[in-house]
């Protein structure tokens, strides 16, 4: 048996809880898409001239890239 459809005038909107869950969901994977998606960057990249390759080998060098993982490995 099927409940007969709401009257507006008892003060419901017809805002079902399955309506409301739906909503918020379709929220949340937003705000998750969004926090995910890489952030677009004004700045031009700004290119170092490559140095020149040495000589012996050992080309290392302690780049900032480089630095920045260091940092992340810190306990």
């Known amino acids: 048996m099927r409940k ?4 507006t005038s008892e003060g419901r909107t017809g805002l079902s809880r399955r309506t ?3 909503g918020a969901s379709t929220v949340g994977a937003l705000a998750a898409a969004a926090t995910v998606m890489p952030s677009v960057k004004t700045e031009a990249a700004v290119s170092a001239a490559p140095r020149p390759k ?7 060098s302690l780049s900032d890239h480089v630095k920045q993982y260091y940092k992340t490995t810190l306990i």
Not at 4 to 7: R, V
Not at 54 to 60: A, L, Q, S, T
């Open 4 to 7: 007969p459809p709401s009257d």
């Open 20 to 22: 409301l869950f739906a």
């Open 54 to 60: 040495p000589e012996r080998g050992g080309g290392y």
